[in-house]
């Protein structure tokens, strides 16, 4: 199949814009890439689908294009959703200038459509004894049958058991026994190309999606010493994963599209509880307990894929610069999601992944649940790592309430009661601030604490009445030592 076949696909609307005399490229397969640089997962001749969801700038399309044309992409379908519909003119310089043709996939085209027109494609014009193979798979595909079928009918034209995971670990769909997929994750996560061997097993790499985001299909067997025939309808398998993982994504999105209104509710104080229950009934979250997820922004797509995982439904939306979930499961989901995390930690990349999470019982405590989810997502990023999850039920509530506090009143309240223990400390090398912890760890009493700091009563009482000097506080007195405790609650240094 070549690239001018496709474009005369009546039916796609596809406008060439970059590339006229080049649409005789031929075609070998299609990935869609949501990366800035897929070309870990090119090998030359593909057709690349992008939504554009982060070329703000010349020089984002200049290396993105730049490094298609390195890998010998074949074209460039854009769509402009993300742009205002408008194609913008530095992805067409930039496709001009590295000879790449580019043409413009309409907004109302999703990008499976056209990967399943190409797959066919390629299917049909494949004169060899595998014909019927690949006919098999794309039949199932086209069917509508989903993922499991699809999985079964691999199993049977390869000969093999096949599992596709997530980066989380996660067994989407399998035949047989699955392996240790924790383990096999961690190292395919750590390979620098796909496919690889590992264990036994053939891992391929399904779509271009960062790799935080990405299914895997894990093949029984060593695919180096197959025949060419097997290895051919094992990457068309990959590419056929791929085009269901779109359609279950872009199914994702029209789902997701209930979020943010709802959520701008729950984040507002003048909300009422019959326009949240209103809006939630909208959705099928309406009548079972909920879990709550808060994360920022850039991590939406994370949390869209970690609650997808779970049985029950699911929405994910952004508010300004804040990423929040919402799951509804009466199932305790905490320990799975932390260790999901932890499996595709490799994968999160520098900028990691901090997740609050929070729960109620009905739609009564679904503001308090968020908020709830909000404020331990803020404690966890004050934690040392880049990839921490952190539950509400799991923290002290007056930690819960510091962190509803802004910063630098947090900040200010803190220097203001334990700045001249810190400045006493550091000038005479005493140790007043670690003394009052111990003190207050202790409730009070005079002789474990003693013990704990190795020094005599006596010592330790000279020691209370020097920070009650020092801060115009009594340890003593119930209210003082609140706002003592409250202050190294929130003593980070």
Same mark, same amino acid.
């Given at each position: ?23 005789? $490229? ?12 897929? &070309?870990?997962?090119?090998?030359? !001749?593909?057709? %690349? ?114 599992? %596709?995971?997530? +980066?989380?670990? #996660?067994?989407?769909?399998? *035949? ?8 096999? *994750? ?33 093949? +029984? ?35 997701? #599209? ?11 104080? #003048? ?11 909208? /959705? ?33 939306? /952004? ?8 799951? !509804? ?12 995390? &932890?499996?595709?930690?490799? +994968? ?12 109620? *019982?009905?739609?009564?405590?679904? $503001? ?22 952190? =539950?509400?039920?799991? %923290? ?6 510091? =962190? ?29 601030? &670690? *003394? ?44 003082? #030592? ?12």
């Amino acid at each position: 199949m070549n690239l001018k076949t496709l474009l005369q696909t009546a039916d796609l609307g596809l406008e060439l814009l970059v590339g006229a005399d080049a649409v005789d $490229r031929p075609i070998s397969r299609v990935f869609t890439a949501t990366l800035r640089d897929p &070309r870990r997962f090119l090998t030359g !001749g593909e057709l %690349v689908l992008s939504g554009m969801e982060w070329w703000q700038a010349p020089e984002d399309s200049e290396a993105f294009v730049a490094g298609l044309a390195e890998a010998g992409v074949t074209a460039l379908g854009a769509g402009t959703a993300e742009s205002g519909g408008v194609m913008p003119e530095h992805v067409v310089d930039a496709c001009k200038r590295h000879n790449l043709p580019l043409f413009v996939v309409p907004v109302h085209i999703a990008f499976a459509t056209i990967s399943e027109r190409v797959i066919l494609g390629l299917a049909a014009e494949r004169a060899t004894p595998n014909l019927d193979r690949h006919r098999r798979l794309v039949a199932v595909v086209t069917a509508g049958g989903g993922l499991d079928a699809l999985v079964a009918a691999g199993q049977t034209e390869l000969g093999a058991d096949c599992w %596709v995971l997530s +980066a989380a670990g #996660r067994v989407i769909a399998g *035949t047989g026994e699955p392996p240790d997929m924790a383990k096999l *994750t961690k190292r395919f996560l750590h390979a620098e190309r796909l496919p690889i061997v590992t264990g036994g097993l053939s891992v391929f790499a399904t779509t271009a999606k960062e790799r935080a985001l990405g299914w895997f299909l894990v093949v +029984a067997g060593d695919f180096r010493k197959w025949e060419r025939e097997r290895q051919d309808v094992a990457s068309e398998f990959a590419t056929l994963i791929g085009l269901e993982r779109s359609r279950l994504d872009e199914a994702r999105r029209i789902e997701n #599209r209930a979020a943010k209104p709802l959520l701008r509710l729950l984040l507002s104080e #003048r909300t009422t509880l019959n326009e949240i229950q209103s809006q939630l009934a909208a /959705t099928e979250i309406n009548s079972t307990e909920i879990v709550t997820v808060s994360a920022s922004k850039h991590s939406a797509a994370v949390v869209d894929d970690l609650l997808s995982a779970f049985d029950g439904p699911a929405l994910v939306g /952004t508010v300004d610069d804040e990423a929040f979930g919402l799951l !509804g499961t009466n199932q305790p989901v905490t320990a799975d999601i932390k260790t999901m995390v &932890r499996t595709m930690e490799s +994968a999160l990349g520098p900028t990691g992944l901090v997740l609050g999470l929070g729960r109620c *019982t009905d739609a009564t405590g679904l $503001r308090t649940a968020i908020l709830q989810a909000r404020y331990a997502r803020k404690l966890a990023e004050r934690s040392p790592g880049r990839v921490t999850v952190m =539950a509400g039920d799991e %923290v002290a509530s007056h930690l819960l309430l510091l =962190a509803a506090v802004p910063d630098e009143l947090r900040r200010s309240f803190r220097n203001q009661i334990l700045g001249p223990l810190s400045t006493y400390d550091a000038t005479h090398k005493s140790e007043l601030t &670690r *003394t009052l912890r111990v003190f207050l760890e202790h409730s009070g009493s005079w002789t474990l604490a003693a013990a704990q700091l190795h020094v005599h009563v006596n010592t330790l009482r000279y020691r209370i009445t020097r920070i009650t000097e020092l801060t115009g506080r009594d340890p003593n007195r119930f209210g003082d #030592r609140v706002d003592l405790y409250l202050a190294l609650a929130n003593d980070t240094d």
